[in-house]
């Protein structure tokens, strides 16, 4: 179906045949169109170089014979296969013979159509003569019979075969000095491509049964497959075929396109049938969006199987009817070619529109510059009202904007006031911007845009996303086209949308954040939360690039960002992502619905950073936050035993009834401890007076840390003493502290710490233990170290007795490397034996790396 400029211009030609001089109002009379309308159509004719003006009042008009192209009606040419076509007219072109060509693409797509169309723009251009063949073979039909196909190719000589009774020549002979179209080729065995080779190189070949004169000629190659080139052509015929063009599915067409390859059908069957069509919007709908597995030729069929049923049950009418009337109709003759929407009018009205209202003083005022520009597309919308196929094409986009539109709201809780009108206007701004180009005259509004509105703009951006592959749209002005969208539909939303003070982020393994995202968003009615539905192995780092992609896309590093997640660590998370914030980051190690959507009311309901920080740290206990910068905010003592987190508790509650509240008391793991002290610089432990630790760790000279068993000596005592009067405890507090400490730490104070093994019996058992380490490896313990010990074993052996690893292999083997370390892991094992197997216990590899540990600095 040609397009609406292509009509006039046939109107024209029809027009000149019967007057020598044709006017505007000759050709709008002829076309039935307004003469605004024919007006622009004939000046896009002329910058093509189709038509020749003359005169000034009136001006008069002649088609421009010369400049007839073979492409000009071919659907996409110029479109969406506008360089294709270019590719195809270069390699036509190129002296002194020009390129062989490979079409590619699905079956039906066209390739033999434009394969036909190339030999005849050759004709035009006058490269070939007009008497030159088209000649056709597909490679399919000899695909099982390879020397019948070289017979077919090639010709042969008297007796070359038996049945040979005459020299024959072949499909190359009979394509001398025009085109030889193979299609199939990938159905060519490799030595029938090879034989190829010479003729596409020498431009000749030898018949076969022919071996001394090769027979020249000057001859054209169109090929085409539907098949993967690298799995079907050899290398070295690719090489020989520089020119390669493909051509897209049906479904992969912008609509427009597909609406005029469906009308192109319709059209031939009303000619064919004598009749007229009024066509139903929601068969053509379901047309236009349906995927078909032959392309174009499923599509022909689709049609006729409709017209023939449509003909079947309305013979007597002159007017056949396709599908259901109740949701509109379009109403195609057999006597004419309906208009496009692709050929918009006003297209420099509407550049010069848009340089008029996008200026800094006048995008502040969002219901000023949505009325302007709502203003101008209802004037062309009243142009495009007698162009029938211009109305369909334009339902055909709203419907699909309607789609996405509603997709849209659910995930981000935006739309929810949208008018059939703002999506009439929307989607005829998106028709403008398919097959045009308007330039700002000063870009930097779109910048003023994007900080005046940044959450709105970000939107819109996310909605182009999504309509970006549907329409086919491209990545030139998709900027302009941006900041429209936010006017038109976004509107009186952007005072909710902006209103919101903080960045709030949902990442997930799965698709668990999109899921609550939708929930949220959709509950509070406005955007709220962003989500990332993340793979289950990416890593901080990746994660972390996520963010600071959507923090650059917000324009914005000075809002504060609250986010929450299922994985990774907390201290990690929060490190990595404050590199990408200017402002307050809250990170929470947790993520339900329930908590996002009590996190996204208090957003809503405007509550300060901090007030949902506290309200978070009160979640569940698996919940964990971080909304500063280091371990704590708060004066802190960090206690960490390596004997477990049990005894760390015993220790912190005895600090917490003497000393004052003020000062808070961490429990850590030891293996945890280390981890963070080597993964943070010195500011994170800020605010941390002391660390008391059962074990020596070096780590930074300024943080004191103290082992806890040093409290029982003076100088400990004394040590401890100092820095808690310093973090303003009172002298009677911190001696009231030591006392319990020393009470804690005699072996009374063990057996105390036992809930259920006899405290004599299992001392003693502790104590032969560690004397066989002394005797073995001539060791002298001293008080403190030995007490360290007995606190050790005799915790360890309980909680190996309520242990889920009692009496199995431990899942994670020691790698042991040292022969020192091998020699304690055997001597351990004979140590321990009897205790084992009084109490059905395993001591595992674990708890012998601990108590390495312990008696490594003894060594």
Not at 130 to 150: G, M
Not at 181 to 196: A, G, I, P, T, W
Not at 307 to 320: D, G, I, P
Request: hydrophobic fraction near 40%; glycine fraction near 4%; proline fraction near 2%.
């Amino acid at each position: 179906m040609k397009r609406s400029r292509y009509v006039v211009l046939d109107h024209l030609k029809e027009l000149v045949e019967n007057q020598e001089k044709v006017t505007t109002n000759d050709v709008a009379e002829s076309t039935h169109l307004s003469r605004n309308v024919v007006t622009t159509y004939l000046s896009q004719l002329l910058n093509e170089g189709l038509v020749k003006k003359s005169g000034t009042r009136p001006v008069f008009w002649q088609p421009n014979n010369e400049s007839a192209d073979a492409f000009s009606g071919f659907i996409g040419a110029q479109g969406s296969l506008e360089a294709e076509i270019a590719e195809c007219k270069a390699a036509v072109t190129y002296p002194p013979k020009g390129f062989p060509i490979l079409i590619t693409g699905e079956s039906g797509v066209g390739k033999s159509y434009l394969a036909s169309l190339i030999h005849q723009y050759a004709v035009e251009e006058k490269v070939i003569e007009p008497s030159a063949k088209f000649v056709t073979l597909n490679c399919a039909d000899y695909a099982n019979n390879p020397e019948l196909l070289s017979s077919v190719l090639f010709g042969y000589r008297k007796g070359a075969f038996t049945g040979a009774e005459k020299d024959t020549e072949g499909l190359v002979q009979q394509a001398d000095g025009g085109f030889l179209f193979l299609d199939e080729v990938h159905r060519l065995n490799s030595e029938n491509q090879e034989k190829l080779f010479t003729l596409l190189d020498l431009g000749q070949y030898y018949p076969l049964g022919e071996k001394e004169q090769a027979v020249k000629v000057d001859l054209r190659f169109i090929f085409a497959t539907t098949e993967s080139l690298d799995e079907s052509l050899l290398r070295t015929f690719q090489r020989r075929v520089p020119m390669t063009v493909k051509l897209p599915a049906f479904h992969r067409r912008p609509i427009h396109e597909r609406l005029e390859i469906i009308f192109d059908n319709f059209v031939r069957e009303a000619k064919n049938l004598d009749k007229d069509f009024e066509l139903g919007l929601t068969e053509i709908f379901s047309l236009i969006n349906r995927q078909y597995k032959g392309n174009l030729g499923d599509v022909k069929n689709q049609v006729r199987l409709l017209c023939a049923r449509a003909f079947m049950e309305q013979k007597k009418e002159s007017v056949l009817c396709v599908g259901e009337m109740k949701e509109g109709l379009i109403f195609l003759s057999k006597e004419t070619v309906s208009s496009t929407l692709t050929e918009r009018l006003f297209r420099q009205s509407f550049s010069d529109f848009l340089n008029e209202v996008f200026v800094p003083e006048k995008i502040h005022d969002m219901n000023e510059c949505r009325f302007l520009i709502r203003k101008e597309i209802k004037k062309i919308r009243r142009q495009l009202q007698q162009q029938s196929t211009s109305t369909l094409i334009l339902a055909s986009f709203v419907q699909q904007l309607s789609d996405q539109a509603n997709a849209f709201c659910e995930q981000y809780g935006i739309f929810t006031q949208l008018q059939e009108e703002d999506l009439q206007e929307a989607a005829l701004i998106v028709a403008l911007f398919l097959e045009s180009t308007f330039s700002l005259k000063d870009h930097a509004v779109i910048e003023k845009i994007k900080t005046t509105y940044p959450r709105s703009y970000y939107l819109m951006g996310r909605f182009i996303e999504r309509i970006q592959d549907p329409f086919k749209l491209g990545n030139e002005q998709i900027d302009v086209l941006q900041c429209l969208l936010l006017f038109i539909l976004i509107g009186e939303e952007f005072q909710i949308i902006e209103k919101i003070p903080f960045y709030c982020l949902l990442l997930s393994h799965g698709t668990m954040a999109s899921s609550i995202q939708r929930i949220v968003n959709s509950l509070c009615h406005t955007y709220l939360f962003e989500a990332f539905d993340m793979p289950v192995d990416a890593s901080i780092k990746e994660i972390s690039t996520e963010v600071e992609t959507f923090l650059q896309k917000q324009n914005r590093r000075d809002q504060e960002v609250i986010l929450l997640f299922d994985m990774g660590s907390l201290s990690q998370m929060y490190k990595e992502i404050k590199k990408q914030s200017n402002a307050d980051l809250m990170v929470i190690n947790n993520l339900t619905t329930s908590m996002a959507l009590d996190i996204g009311l208090q957003v809503q309901q405007q509550q300060p950073f901090k007030e949902i920080a506290k309200k978070a740290e009160h979640y569940s206990e698996m919940t964990n936050v971080q909304y500063f910068e280091g371990l704590s905010q708060n004066r802190n003592i960090i206690v960490s035993c390596m004997s477990g987190v049990g005894l760390s508790e015993e220790i912190k509650t005895i600090m917490l009834d003497s000393l004052a509240e003020a000062t808070e008391i961490i429990t850590m793991d030891y293996k945890d401890l280390k981890q963070t002290l080597n993964s943070h610089d010195l500011a994170y432990f800020a605010n941390t007076q002391m660390i008391l630790t059962t074990t020596d760790i070096d780590t930074f000279e300024e943080l004191s840390i103290i082992n806890i068993y040093d409290v029982m000596e003076p100088e400990g005592a004394a040590l401890v003493k100092q820095l808690l009067i310093e973090n303003g405890e009172s002298e009677i507090a911190c001696d009231r502290l030591l006392e319990q400490f020393l009470q804690f730490f005699t072996i009374e104070g063990i057996g105390a710490r036992l809930q259920f093994l006899n405290p004599e019996i299992v001392i003693k058992e502790v104590q032969e233990i560690v004397e066989k380490y002394q005797q073995y490896y001539e060791l002298t313990v001293t008080g403190r170290d030995k007490l360290n010990l007995y606190m050790h074993i005799a915790l360890m052996i309980e909680r190996m007795m309520v242990s889920s690893r009692r009496g199995e292999e431990s899942h994670v083997e020691e790698k042991i490397s040292d022969a020192q370390r091998k020699e304690f892991y055997s001597v351990s094992r004979n140590i321990f034996h009897a205790v084992e197997r009084k109490y059905n216990i395993h001591v595992d590899d674990y708890e012998l790396s601990l108590m390495y540990e312990l008696l490594n600095m003894q060594f």
